[in-house]
């Protein structure tokens, strides 16, 4: 996000951005006339991520989106239809932009109000609108009558939106929203949403955020959500099906809502219900939960993996088959997630270790203050598994890259990597070993209060810890983070590093997650480490 678009994000603030951007929009219906300058130019088809250069898109920051689907029968492997209207800031002068957008077919476009000319090429919905649109000028673009149908999941190819025996929902870290909704798929650019679902009655249907109250239309019911805290395309949820909504006692004013397959409510609620707890112990830890409510989906299906979708964490039935020393840890990082990843997005995939390394972080203090740590990780404490972690930082760094600089992404499990995870958590114990607990503790919680809402980057991390902390952080903390072997543990002169052989594995990609859990290896920490793989995203 621009400082601008983050500016206006304040409170109460999204009201006065839409009427200003309407009243600008009606002034653009009518081509302008532009002082003498340079002529306009397209937007890039990317925002130039390292690890996904075409996710993304550049020439302009989205403010809102107001999203409506379809779903004409009760029937999960259906396609869906769908609208949605953007409302953007464009950063250049427009000559033409793309949304991304992998679903079926487009049925129209529209900029501003006027018919707007565009083409498919892969993932990109190029626009060419009427006019150029002004640099420094909102603008909306409409595309009706989209088409997306969805597919089986896939523990080792995460795939977007997905069907289950029961309905249908959206997994769509790190880049496969724009399969469903054509978007600006990236966590650089957040922006609040408004999510209206019609389903046929009898169906349920959920969606990130508040919801602001339902309609029956015929044989239809009509249900509209509200997030109106900045949210990345990636984190956006939507299920769709024979759902049941159970709602729980708030805590501390955050609404809880869970979401399971109705057949399976008795089984599944009973094992949701410690996240009221985990929501209280989190806010001890780091403060007020950033959003106003928050809940678990679980579906009948193999994910493969836990995601942290805005306000509504998504999690299937083969993890809620775990035993509770397990589950708990997990739900626990996922909740983690949504100051972690959530409130503060990674400002480029390369910094998803502060998604992952924080919520690990949390997930192995929860474990311990809650006496199921050693079930959890077959170690005694956080020390013990640690120094484990420690011994293997330069073979995985050698095999996934630095912990902020993961080596590539071929396959999603190369970029969601153990280093990213353990060697991420490892590097934030590295940290307070180093500032010691009470200032670590403050620089949590001020990394949190003061990118609440944003998308923020590591040398943003750098920049806060050197400053809580008084002192030039910067060269510890790249050796951490960016260095290709691992530095010296502060305070633990006799923990030691484990050689890289000889014969590397760095040029293999990692296909699936089976294949990660075969590269690690048999002792404690790499048992715990599969174990955990086929858990938390």
Same mark, same amino acid.
């Given at each position: 996000?621009?400082?601008?678009?983050?500016?206006?994000?304040?409170?109460?603030?999204? *009201?006065?951005?839409?009427?200003?951007?309407?009243?600008?929009?009606?002034?653009?219906?009518?081509?302008?006339?532009?002082?003498?300058?340079?002529?306009?130019?397209?937007?890039?088809?990317?925002?130039?991520?390292?690890?996904?250069?075409?996710?993304?898109?550049?020439?302009?920051?989205?403010?809102?989106?107001?999203?409506?689907?379809?779903?004409?029968?009760?029937?999960?492997?259906?396609?869906?239809?769908?609208?949605?209207?953007?409302?953007?800031?464009?950063?250049?002068?427009?000559?033409?932009?793309?949304?991304?957008?992998?679903?079926?077919?487009?049925?129209?476009?529209?900029?501003?109000?006027?018919?707007?000319?565009?083409?498919?090429?892969?993932?990109?919905?190029?626009? *060419?609108?009427?006019?150029?649109?002004?640099?420094?000028?909102?603008?909306?673009?409409?595309?009706?009558?989209?088409?997306?149908?969805?597919?089986?999941?896939?523990?080792?190819?995460?795939?977007?939106?997905?069907?289950?025996?029961?309905?249908?929902?959206?997994?769509?870290?790190?880049?496969?929203?724009?399969?469903?909704?054509?978007?600006?798929?990236?966590?650089?650019?957040?922006?609040?949403?408004?999510?209206?679902?019609?389903?046929?009655?009898?169906?349920?249907?959920?969606?990130?955020?508040?919801?602001?109250?339902?309609?029956?239309?015929?044989? &239809?019911?009509? $249900?509209?959500?509200?997030?109106?805290?900045?949210?990345? $395309?990636?984190?956006?949820?939507?299920?769709?099906?024979?759902?049941?909504?159970?709602?729980?006692?708030?805590?501390?004013?955050?609404?809880?809502?869970?979401?399971?397959?109705?057949?399976?409510?008795?089984?599944?609620?009973?094992?949701?219900?410690?996240?009221?707890?985990?929501?209280?112990?989190?806010?001890?830890?780091?403060?007020?939960?950033?959003?106003?409510? &928050?809940?678990?989906?679980?579906?009948?299906?193999?994910?493969?993996?836990?995601?942290?979708?805005? *306000?509504?964490?998504?999690?299937?039935?083969?993890?809620?088959?775990?035993?509770?020393?397990?589950?708990?840890?997990?739900?626990?990082?996922?909740?983690?997630?949504?100051?972690?990843?959530?409130?503060?997005?990674?400002?480029?995939?390369?910094?998803?270790?502060?998604?992952?390394?924080?919520?690990?972080?949390?997930?192995?203090?929860?474990?311990?203050?809650?006496?199921?740590?050693?079930?959890?990780?077959?170690?005694?404490?956080?020390?013990?598994?640690?120094?484990?972690?420690?011994?293997?930082?330069?073979?995985?760094?050698?095999?996934?890259?630095?912990?902020?600089?993961?080596?590539?992404?071929?396959?999603?499990?190369?970029?969601?990597?153990?280093?990213?995870?353990?060697?991420?958590?490892?590097?934030?114990?590295?940290?307070?070993?180093?500032?010691?607990?009470?200032?670590?503790?403050?620089?949590?919680?001020?990394?949190?209060?003061?990118?609440?809402?944003? $998308?923020?980057?590591?040398?943003?991390?750098?920049?806060?810890? $050197?400053?809580?902390?008084?002192?030039?952080?910067?060269?510890?903390?790249?050796?951490?983070?960016?260095?290709?072997?691992?530095?010296?543990?502060?305070?633990?002169?006799?923990?030691?590093?484990?050689?890289?052989?000889?014969?590397? *594995?760095?040029?293999?990609?990692?296909?699936?997650?089976?294949?990660?859990?075969?590269?690690?290896?048999?002792?404690?920490?790499?048992?715990?480490?599969?174990?955990?793989?086929?858990?938390?995203?």
């Amino acid at each position: 996000m621009t400082s601008l678009s983050r500016t206006r994000r304040t409170a109460g603030g999204l *009201t006065t951005l839409v009427a200003l951007g309407a009243t600008a929009v009606l002034g653009l219906t009518a081509a302008p006339a532009y002082a003498a300058g340079p002529p306009p130019t397209p937007g890039a088809s990317g925002l130039g991520d390292r690890l996904y250069p075409l996710l993304g898109n550049g020439g302009y920051d989205v403010q809102d989106y107001d999203l409506s689907l379809r779903y004409p029968k009760k029937d999960p492997r259906q396609t869906v239809t769908g609208d949605v209207t953007i409302t953007a800031l464009a950063t250049q002068f427009l000559s033409r932009f793309d949304l991304d957008f992998g679903g079926g077919s487009v049925g129209g476009v529209s900029v501003n109000g006027h018919r707007a000319a565009f083409t498919r090429s892969g993932d990109e919905l190029v626009i *060419t609108p009427k006019s150029p649109l002004p640099k420094g000028r909102p603008f909306r673009v409409t595309v009706t009558g989209f088409t997306a149908t969805p597919v089986e999941p896939d523990a080792d190819a995460p795939v977007g939106f997905v069907t289950t025996p029961d309905g249908t929902v959206l997994a769509g870290q790190p880049a496969s929203s724009h399969l469903l909704f054509p978007s600006n798929d990236h966590p650089r650019d957040k922006a609040t949403y408004t999510i209206r679902l019609t389903a046929p009655a009898g169906w349920t249907a959920t969606a990130n955020g508040t919801p602001l109250g339902g309609r029956q239309h015929g044989d &239809y019911a009509v $249900s509209t959500f509200r997030e109106s805290q900045p949210m990345a $395309s990636e984190l956006v949820q939507i299920a769709v099906g024979d759902f049941l909504v159970q709602r729980q006692p708030a805590v501390h004013g955050v609404r809880i809502r869970d979401v399971v397959p109705r057949r399976l409510a008795d089984t599944l609620l009973p094992k949701i219900a410690v996240e009221r707890d985990q929501v209280a112990w989190m806010e001890q830890q780091v403060g007020p939960y950033p959003f106003g409510n &928050y809940g678990s989906l679980v579906i009948d299906g193999n994910l493969g993996f836990a995601l942290e979708t805005q *306000t509504l964490s998504l999690y299937d039935t083969s993890l809620f088959a775990a035993p509770k020393f397990v589950l708990d840890p997990v739900m626990a990082h996922e909740l983690a997630h949504q100051w972690f990843g959530d409130s503060v997005a990674p400002q480029s995939w390369s910094d998803v270790w502060q998604n992952e390394g924080h919520a690990t972080w949390y997930e192995l203090l929860y474990a311990e203050q809650t006496g199921v740590f050693k079930q959890y990780t077959d170690f005694d404490n956080r020390e013990a598994l640690f120094k484990s972690v420690y011994a293997r930082g330069d073979q995985w760094r050698d095999r996934w890259g630095p912990v902020a600089r993961p080596s590539g992404a071929a396959s999603i499990w190369d970029v969601f990597n153990p280093n990213v995870y353990y060697g991420g958590a490892l590097a934030l114990y590295a940290l307070q070993q180093k500032i010691g607990v009470d200032r670590f503790r403050e620089l949590e919680r001020a990394w949190v209060r003061m990118n609440m809402g944003k $998308s923020a980057s590591t040398d943003d991390f750098i920049a806060l810890a $050197s400053r809580i902390a008084h002192r030039d952080l910067r060269t510890f903390l790249i050796a951490w983070l960016y260095g290709t072997k691992t530095p010296p543990m502060p305070g633990h002169p006799d923990w030691t590093v484990t050689a890289t052989p000889a014969t590397s *594995t760095k040029d293999s990609s990692a296909k699936s997650s089976a294949a990660v859990r075969a590269q690690l290896g048999t002792d404690e920490v790499t048992r715990h480490l599969q174990r955990l793989m086929r858990a938390s995203h």
